[in-house]
């Protein structure tokens, strides 16, 4: 059998999993169609920005420029593809255990791997943003630049999914109480990172007067927000710098650069095959049976913390945080066709605040974060049952009256998310340089929560949002398309909250006025929802059960 | 005998969904502590049925008592008295063995110490011991099976309903699973209601079966009476079964082109 061969096969059944999901559900595999076309649009938008400025442009702001965005173009390129619930439109990479059984040779099973990996939407997006700059590129003669530029972005897709596959197998390789222990703050550490990279570019746009945009001083960066001093060794930085050296002229520089970059990806290369043997030869004792069998361990002390008077209470929040703590990714909104949605026509309206080329995309990833977490935390709120990603119907199945049910989860959500979001209100304060404020952020925050809690309440007995279902390998996409349920619940939460807002100047007597107001909402909303449930709780089994009532 | 004195009472029990008719005039009278089988070919209606007695399903038509209580008055306050396996098995995947279970003995209002007790002692007698903190997600069907299965007893209830209870386990397993169950029923006085479509297993475990057949019951009676009207037939209860069940003999015929 040829080389490639087998590759071609298992793109083509990577094709046809690929053309029966379409076939599944028509109607959500074209609104996320639609989705990516608008994102693609978003880059393409992005990427002519930097295009346009380019030729005029000095030398030093436009390497910056390049840099920083292909910086982000491979950060966010490699979230994309790490990510379980990540935009990867074809579907799941093929399991390692699928490719070993094919027999395939080391470097066949790389390719294959590569292939699979980095032939998908985050792909497109990201040439989308070099795209622009190439066509101009074209149009102004300088083919060997373009011609440079394309093989810097070739070179770094290439390195962006060996990084992704080599993570990947660390991972794998890595104890799972490790694995699962990095989730969480890896994941704080990302919305951090897009607060942080998107925040101050944002508000200085946002904050400094429109008429400055016209004028060519736009062009390079403010002196108030310096841009970040990049390591030169980043392959991002180094890519830039083979194009600016084209430019230029300097053709040593230039294959100093790509050289470089070549080094970089061989010793990513290099560690990633390492790994993937290790993970093959792990693969195979565990199939002939050579794994040490499982050491029995004493049990551990029984969390008397959280005991109390109702111990199906203490025992349901312990539950609820083991699983939303345990495998975070799996709640990630991104992939669900009506965030994503929304986050396209977000994308595509925002305004062009930017006065640096690069701007834009800054922006987009501040703004983009923060209605990203919004999103996250209004699925859990609107889908109480919804967390055991398809299980919920189990809860039914206890005689715990369901007033104790619901109250459970809600200190349980409630816990979370003050713990999830005070960090956050900080650190948002810190970087829009307003730390006089973090008091007040977080002595509202615990009132606006509880408003959040009533409201989802309702939503989750009477309409609960879609989450992730767990399906034996891997979750399957709910089909629901819920952007209008996001626009109406974002509208309640905004009428619900107009008490915090007038009261708010009020300082202490004012919090203590609307906590009296929030409480009384949330009793309310609690007894009403516990009513509505035992009404309901045939269709809830039914719908979290998935069988017909 | 009045309904709430049985073990489970269903009477005139019909659902449907659309035109489909799933259960018709369905009639139950099982007496406490009987091990009684509901046996079916697939999609014979087996596990809406049960669905219906454990109140997870509300049936369009029909009364059903389960240890005494009127299942569709007091759903929530029947889930104290049942335990159920059903046949999709749903559990917390990201959970651990002992914790689910632990879970499951505190949700049904037992103490903490007490959960963790009854929890240690069905997983050293089902085997689990060296997987109990393992998470649930990295279990074989059959483990699964077995978790799910102790959460059915572990509030010790007095009906338990146990749908294709043995589809995935091993013979040993197997083995140790009838074990428990029958002595479940005859010391503990439990009413045991399980479907199978397995009729050895059914012959071997229960005092008393129902063949059900497109929603409706075809025959009722203890293996004894049916074992007779085999022997009056000159047949097997096998191929009494299958002649209730409506099975086509044409297709055990093997295959000509292979």
């Given amino acids: 059998m040829s080389f490639w061969k087998p590759i071609q096969i298992l793109l083509h059944v990577r094709r046809q999993v690929a053309r029966t999901k379409l076939a599944a559900n028509p109607t959500a595999a074209l609104w996320t169609l639609l989705v990516i076309l608008l994102l693609f649009l978003t880059a393409l938008s992005m990427g002519h920005k930097l295009g346009a400025h380019w030729s005029d442009l000095p030398r030093t702001d436009a390497e910056e420029s390049l840099g920083g965005l292909w910086l982000k173009m491979q950060a966010f390129w490699l979230l994309a593809l790490l990510f379980p619930g990540g935009i990867a439109l074809l579907g799941q990479i093929p399991p390692r255990s699928t490719l070993l059984s094919f027999r395939l040779r080391p470097l066949q099973l790389f390719v294959a791997e590569h292939a699979a990996l980095l032939l998908d939407a985050p792909s497109v997006l990201a040439f989308a943003l070099t795209f622009p700059l190439l066509c101009f590129q074209v149009g102004g003669g300088q083919w060997l630049e373009a011609g440079i530029t394309l093989l810097a972005f070739l070179l770094l897709g290439l390195q962006t999914g060996i990084c992704a596959r080599l993570l990947t197998a660390l991972s794998a390789l890595g104890a799972r109480r490790a694995r699962r222990l990095a989730l969480i703050p890896g994941l704080t550490a990302f919305l951090l990172l897009g607060l942080c990279a998107g925040m101050p570019p944002a508000f200085a746009s946002l904050t400094s007067p429109a008429s400055q945009h016209l004028l060519p001083a736009h062009l390079a960066l403010p002196a108030q927000f310096p841009a970040v001093d990049l390591a030169p060794l980043l392959p991002s930085r180094l890519a830039a710098h083979a194009v600016m050296a084209t430019r230029q002229g300097d053709y040593w520089g230039m294959l100093g650069a790509l050289g470089s970059m070549a080094g970089c990806l061989f010793l990513t290369g290099g560690a990633a095959l390492l790994a993937l043997r290790s993970e093959d030869r792990r693969w195979v004792a565990s199939e002939s049976g050579a794994v040490a069998p499982v050491k029995p361990r004493k049990p551990g002390p029984v969390a008397r913390s959280l005991s109390g008077p109702y111990p199906e209470i203490a025992a349901l929040i312990r539950t609820e945080w083991h699983l939303l703590l345990r495998g975070p990714q799996t709640f990630l909104p991104l992939r669900k066709p009506a965030s994503l949605l929304l986050l396209g026509v977000f994308a595509f309206l925002t305004p062009d605040m930017g006065r640096n080329p690069i701007y834009n995309l800054e922006e987009f990833l501040a703004i983009g974060t923060l209605l990203y977490i919004a999103l996250w935390q209004m699925q859990f709120l609107c889908n109480r049952f919804g967390n055991e990603a398809g299980t919920g119907a189990l809860l039914f199945g206890f005689s715990i009256p369901r007033i104790r049910l619901l109250l459970g989860k809600n200190i349980a959500l409630f816990g979370l998310l003050l713990v999830i979001d005070s960090p956050l209100l900080v650190g948002m304060a810190y970087v829009a340089e307003v730390p006089e404020n973090i008091g007040l952020f977080l002595k509202w925050l615990p009132l606006i929560l509880l408003t959040l809690t009533s409201l989802g309440n309702i939503v989750s007995v009477l309409h609960p949002f879609a989450i992730l279902k767990q399906e034996r390998h891997g979750g399957k996409e709910p089909p629901d398309m819920l952007a209008g349920a996001y626009i109406l619940v974002g509208g309640a939460t905004f009428v619900l909250l107009t008490p915090i807002a007038v009261l708010l100047p009020y300082g202490i007597p004012g919090w203590i006025g609307a906590g009296a107001v929030m409480s009384g909402l949330y009793i309310a909303s609690l007894y009403s929802s516990n009513a509505l449930l035992a009404r309901r709780e045939y269709n809830m089994i039914a719908a979290t059960a998935h069988f017909d009532a | ?258």
Wanted: charged letters at 25%.
């Fill in chain 2, 1 to 258: 005998m009045d309904p709430s004195e049985y073990g489970i009472y269903a009477h005139k029990l019909s659902h449907w969904y659309g035109d489909r008719m799933i259960l018709e005039d369905v009639d139950l009278q099982v007496t406490p502590g009987e091990f009684f089988g509901f046996l079916g070919r697939n999609g014979a209606g087996k596990s809406t049925a049960i669905r219906a007695l454990c109140g997870f399903l509300p049936p369009r038509e029909g009364e059903i008592w389960v240890a005494g209580v009127n299942v569709l008055k007091n759903p929530v306050e029947l889930r104290r008295h049942i335990g159920v396996l059903s046949e999709d098995i749903a559990l917390y995947e990201r959970l651990s063995g002992r914790e689910f279970l632990e879970f499951a003995g505190q949700m049904h209002g037992l103490s903490a110490s007490e959960a963790r007790h009854r929890a240690e002692d069905l997983m050293e007698r089902l085997e689990l011991s060296a997987s109990a903190q393992r998470a649930i997600g990295a279990y074989s069907l059959g483990m699964k099976k077995k978790v799910a299965f102790a959460a059915a007893l572990i509030h010790a209830p007095r009906v338990l309903f146990l749908d294709e209870p043995f589809n995935g386990v091993d013979a040993a397993s197997t083995r140790l699973l009838c074990t428990l169950l029958q002595d479940l029923s005859t010391e503990r006085g439990v009413t045991i209601f399980f479907t199978s479509h397995v009729i050895e297993m059914a012959e071997r475990l229960c005092s008393r079966v129902a063949v059900l057949h497109e929603g409706r019951i075809r025959k009722q009676g203890t293996v004894a009476e049916l074992k007779a009207d085999a022997a009056r037939q000159g047949t097997t209860l096998e191929e009494v079964f299958l002649q209730l069940t409506g099975a086509n003999t044409a297709l055990l015929s093997p295959l000509n082109w292979y």
